[in-house]
């Protein structure tokens, strides 16, 4: 079974500059999250799909960051415009369904420099 | 929002047991224990997770306090690819507002 991918694994710009993330979930989860880390910490819920809709965006910066998932499958996260203090890693992860017991499949990340 | 507490760091010598607290003092009667792990430069991984009773996977071994004010995850036998951060994570029964709050969680060191 193919995991959670995740692009690009690396990813370095200006401060106001402009990025997007890209998720790919396992198939048939219908429940996709994406989460920011920050040296040091434990992921932080950035906002949670069920299919095609948002369940839970409440800790996502509005007014810089934005995310969707067209069709219910692939996501992407888009920080626009970037700020130092968004450097992270950017992790994207899924499961079948919201139930508090489901397993959360991580993907591998993706590490954002903001300079 | 019930919180959990973990060492920062551990550590332990390779094929023996490691067993990792976490206190959850206002954990409420339906929150389940997760616990999950993030080896360096990858994503979090589940390792198990339990209600009230004790719990064992291929991983791991959970050991929850009659109380359930704390929780003990098990690793019978440390090699050096179970150095990496472990979380302890409540998570509500319900279907919405379920989300993980990950802490700072412990690092486990492994030595040879």
């Known amino acids: 079974e193919a995991g959670v991918a995740q692009s690009p694994r690396y990813k370095i710009i200006e401060k106001r500059q402009s990025v997007a993330f890209w998720c790919n979930p396992i198939?048939?989860?219908?429940?996709l999250y994406w989460y920011q880390q920050i040296l040091g910490q434990g992921p932080k819920l950035l906002i949670q799909?069920?299919?095609?809709?948002?369940?839970?965006d409440s800790q996502l910066p509005k007014d810089r960051f934005s995310a969707e998932r067209l069709k219910g499958v692939d996501s992407t996260l888009k920080i626009q415009p970037a700020k130092l203090e968004d450097s992270a890693v950017y992790l994207c992860?899924?499961?079948?369904?919201?139930?508090?017991?489901?397993?959360?499949?991580f993907g591998p990340g993706t590490r954002l420099t903001v300079l | 929002d019930a919180k959990t507490t973990q060492p920062n760091s551990m550590e332990s010598n390779e094929e023996e047991p490691v067993h990792l607290p976490c206190n959850h003092s206002?954990?409420?009667?339906?929150?389940?224990i997760h616990w999950y792990r993030q080896l360096p430069s990858q994503g979090p991984e589940y390792v198990i997770h339990?209600?009230?009773s004790n719990v064992n996977n291929r991983m791991a071994s959970l050991a929850i306090a009659e109380d359930r004010k704390s929780s003990t995850l098990i690793l019978h036998r440390a090699t050096l690819r179970d150095a990496a951060v472990y979380y302890c994570?409540?998570?509500?029964?319900?279907?919405?507002?379920?989300?993980?709050?990950f802490g700072a969680g412990t690092r486990l060191t492994v030595k040879p």
């Open positions: 992860a899924s499961s079948w369904d919201r139930i508090s017991t489901d397993t959360q499949y």
């Open positions: 339990g209600l009230t």
């Open positions: 206002t954990i409420s009667g339906t929150d389940y």
């Open positions: 198939s048939g989860h219908a429940t």
């Open positions: 799909f069920q299919n095609n809709g948002v369940v839970d």
């Open positions: 994570i409540l998570r509500r029964p319900t279907y919405n507002n379920n989300d993980m709050r």
